[in-house]
């Protein structure tokens, strides 16, 4: 059983441009959240994905995207890059059932910076 | 809306000494409360959850619905429990809402 992986590890981009990250999930779950973790934050939700559909958003501007594929890997999308979107981002996999909550395992990350 | 505060950023504590990190949350509802843990070059994992009422690696965590806080503690502070602390807390469907997090340095 393979953990949360995320790419690239870090990379850098300029104003304006588009970037996405990708996640892969943890084995046997289906349920993929995104987090933005600025410098000295704690991490903060953008989305989160459940069998490839869209369930639930944070504050987070269209420009911030996703999609989840049917083997439940997923890629966080962002567009027209801001200097506010250097940061760490973070992917984190579960196995949604009928518990109100279930255990997030976090990937070790994507260290975006934008210049 | 939801909030969780963690006023300390860095708490320093000698070894053997009791340690308490601060949470205090702001939540309409009953939300499920956590500690998660990272500990340095490891990769964020979940410490504790207030439903389990378990103490894990010596720490535990008391929800006071009173007071809104889940405040975490142990009785002696070892060097391998320095690390970054962030509370947590869910309204259900597994979206968390974090604190900015403590740094715990536990000194020799």
């Known amino acids: 059983e393979t953990g949360v992986t995320q790419s690239p590890t870090h990379l850098i981009k300029t104003r304006g441009q588009q970037v996405t990250l990708r996640c892969s999930s943890q084995?046997?779950?289906?349920?993929v959240s995104w987090y933005q973790q600025a410098l000295g934050q704690g991490p903060q939700f953008i989305f989160q994905?459940?069998?490839?559909?869209?369930?639930g958003r944070g504050n987070f501007p269209p420009r911030f995207s996703g999609l989840q594929f049917p083997n439940y890997s997923s890629e966080l999308n962002v567009n027209a890059l801001e200097l506010d979107d250097s940061a760490l981002y973070l992917c984190?996999?579960?196995?949604?059932?009928?518990?109100?909550?279930?255990?997030?395992?976090f990937g070790p990350g994507t260290r975006l910076t934008v210049l | 809306a939801q909030r969780v505060t963690q006023p300390e950023k860095l708490l320093s504590v000698f070894k053997g000494a009791p340690v308490e990190l601060k949470c205090n949350y702001s939540?309409?509802?009953?939300?499920?409360l956590f500690w998660y843990v990272q500990y340095s070059r490891q990769r964020l994992q979940l410490l504790l959850r207030?439903?389990s009422r378990e103490s894990i690696k010596g720490f535990t965590a008391d929800l006071n619905k009173g007071e809104t806080s889940f405040h975490l503690k142990k009785p002696f502070a070892q060097e391998e429990d320095s690390a970054m602390y962030y509370c947590?807390?869910?309204?259900?469907?597994?979206?968390?809402?974090f604190g900015t997090g403590t740094q715990l340095k536990v000194e020799l």
């Open positions: 984190a996999s579960s196995l949604l059932g009928i518990s109100s909550y279930n255990e997030q395992f």
């Open positions: 994905y459940y069998r490839e559909e869209e369930n």
């Open positions: 084995s046997g779950h289906n349920t």
């Open positions: 947590a807390l869910t309204g259900g469907g597994n979206k968390l809402t």
């Open positions: 939540y309409s509802g009953s939300p499920e």
């Open positions: 207030h439903i």
